[in-house]
């Protein structure tokens, strides 16, 4: 799959990129959500989003916002993640209506496990 990571740790963001490479997914990288939606502009077909909610200059809520804007007919899996409580959220979820969420620190096998998910639900739509 094709997916772009928007976060602005950068081990984390490299840590990542590296795995998901490891297992055969194409990605891309932002920074912050400005820098993101340069690439979403140029890149239009994405199957997924891994998005930081607290990032400078733009973020991850205001920038799934704008690239709903930009992107309207295509679905995109949209993975955000943070520290935040689980109250928060929730209530960033209705906000942004963003398809999964993962608590920083994470597991990798827990961003597998949704990408694989995303996948299956990708193939069965296509059949």
């Known amino acids: ?14 840590t990542l990129e590296m795995r998901l490479k490891d297992i055969g997914h194409e990605v891309m990288l932002a920074e912050n959500g400005k820098d993101a939606l340069k690439t979403v ?8 989003l ?8 733009l973020s991850g809520p205001s920038f799934i916002w704008e690239m709903r804007k930009l992107i309207k ?14 109250g928060e959220s929730f209530i960033r979820k ?3 209506n963003y398809d999964y ?6 597991m990798f096998s827990e961003l597998q496990a949704i990408l694989n998910e995303v ?5 069965s739509s296509a059949s």
Do not use: G, T, W
């Open 41 to 48: 502009s140029n890149h239009k077909h994405l199957d997924v």
């Open 73 to 86: 007919n295509d679905h995109i899996c949209v993975i955000m993640m943070s520290a935040l409580s689980d």
């Open 50 to 57: 891994v998005c930081d909610v607290l990032m400078p200059e």
């Open 1 to 14: 799959m094709k997916i772009l990571i928007i976060e602005d740790d950068r081990l984390l963001e490299k």
């Open 101 to 106: 969420y993962l608590s920083k620190p994470f």
């Open 119 to 123: 996948e299956q639900k990708r193939m």
């Open 94 to 96: 209705l906000e942004v």
